[in-house]
Every structure is written in C-alpha cells, then in structure tokens.
C-alpha cells in the first residue's frame, strides 16, 4: 500500500535554527513527490516537485531533497514568517494518479 | 481573479439543510479535485475530474454530490451532513491529472454542521 509518514510532527525552532523536516514514502515507483506550506485557515501552497532521486530544489531559506525512500525539506536560518505546516504528497506510477498526502509537520519558529 | 477561488469561506449549515461550496479555477487547468481536511489527518482525496469527467469517487457518501460543468468550475452540494462532516474543504486544480504535474489549492471552505 503506497503510504507518506511525516516527521517530527511539530518542530520548533529559534530564529536561523537551521533544522530539517523528513518525508518517508513507499509508493510502487514514483512519479513525482511535492511540497506544500499551509498556514492556518488556508489552503496548501505549493512549493517543489521533485521527480527522480538525487534531484535538489531550492527557494529562498527552503531545500527540498529527494532519495529512492525519503525527502528532507531543509530550513536555513528560519525566520518566524516560515512558521506554517509542512505537508509533504507523493504521485505513484500506474495508480490513478492521485496524490497521497502525509500528516504535516507544524513548525514555529520564534524570534 | 487569480489561482483557485472559494466560495463562501465559512459555511455554518443544520444537518437538514442544503447547500452548494463553489470553487472556480483561472489557470486554465484540466482537472479538477475536492478534499476534505480534518484535524490531525491527512487531506482526503473526495473527487476528481479530469476534462469536466469524473474519473474518482473516493467512496464519499452520497450526501456529497459533486458537479462539474466546465474545466473552470466544480461544485460540490451537500444535503443531510453529519456533524462529524465538518471540515475544511478544499478545491484543487492541476494541468491534467495522474502525469506528474503539481495542484493548485483554493483557500478552502470552513463548514461547520450543527
């Protein structure tokens, strides 16, 4: 069964406390895995597509990293404006295509 | 307009009403999705069209019926919820569905049942 398991479940951190959040998958061959920051009451915005393992993606403090079993999404002296639930969805080859979302994981950073 | 968009943000419904979530997409997208995200779970995949066709029904009940009459718009009307329904509901859009490309989320609609 193709399942996401998001860890830790909340991290925080103090202002440019570089951290790491993991994104552990099993999927039958993968398509494609994405990242999203949701903020309280909204909706999901998205932030990287990562296709094949060794691929790096980067935006501002945010890198998101991918290996055959995991991605990390990597935080570089955060500020408290990065505070948000990380959620991490895999697309599996030969499925419906439909995406398979984890849990989140919620960060605070505090200044 | 731009992105995905939702209406109305906050619905507040009895269990015996009726009522519609509208969700209308501007990126020029082809499929089409609805969610529904609860506390301490993971978003729930609820429909999908692709091409204003359904070609997923997550085994949601029947007093949630989606509507899709063009690749720009999606319905979702609901009658008789349960207050365990209460939820945010989200809107998605992507290029197409199942080939690798990334969806776009509305703001959601916060419905509570009472």
């Known amino acids: 069964e193709d399942q996401v398991t998001q860890s830790p479940e909340a991290l925080r951190l103090q202002e440019g406390e570089s951290s790491s959040l993991n994104c552990s998958y099993t999927?039958?061959?993968?398509?494609?895995l994405f990242w999203y920051r949701q903020d309280p009451g909204k909706g999901p915005e998205f932030l990287f597509t990562?296709?094949?393992a060794g691929e790096e993606k980067e935006k501002e403090r945010l890198k998101a990293t991918l290996t055959k079993k995991e991605s990390f999404l990597h935080i570089t002296a955060p500020k408290p404006e990065d505070s948000a639930t990380y959620l991490c969805?895999?697309?599996?080859?030969?499925?419906?295509?439909?995406?398979?979302f984890g849990k989140g994981t919620k960060l605070s950073v505090k200044p | 307009e731009t992105g995905v968009t939702q209406t109305p943000r906050h619905l507040v419904m009895g269990m015996t009403n009726k009522k519609s979530l509208k969700c209308e997409q501007h990126?020029?997208?082809?499929?089409m999705y609805w969610y529904k995200q609860s506390a301490k779970k993971p978003l729930e995949l609820m429909f999908v069209?692709?091409?204003?066709?359904?070609?997923e029904n997550n085994s949601v009940p029947s007093r949630f019926s989606p509507e899709c009459p063009n690749s720009s718009h999606l319905f979702l009307h609901l009658h008789t919820l349960q207050p365990e329904d209460s939820a945010l509901y989200l809107c998605?859009?992507?290029?197409?569905?199942?080939?690798?490309?990334?969806?776009?989320f509305g703001p959601g609609t916060r419905l509570t049942v009472t």
């Open positions: 969805a895999v697309q599996a080859r030969g499925s419906q295509g439909n995406l398979i």
């Open positions: 990126l020029g997208h082809n499929a």
């Open positions: 998605a859009s992507s290029q197409d569905h199942g080939q690798g490309s990334e969806q776009y």
């Open positions: 990562l296709y094949s």
């Open positions: 069209y692709n091409f204003k066709e359904q070609t």
């Open positions: 999927v039958s061959g993968l398509r494609g």
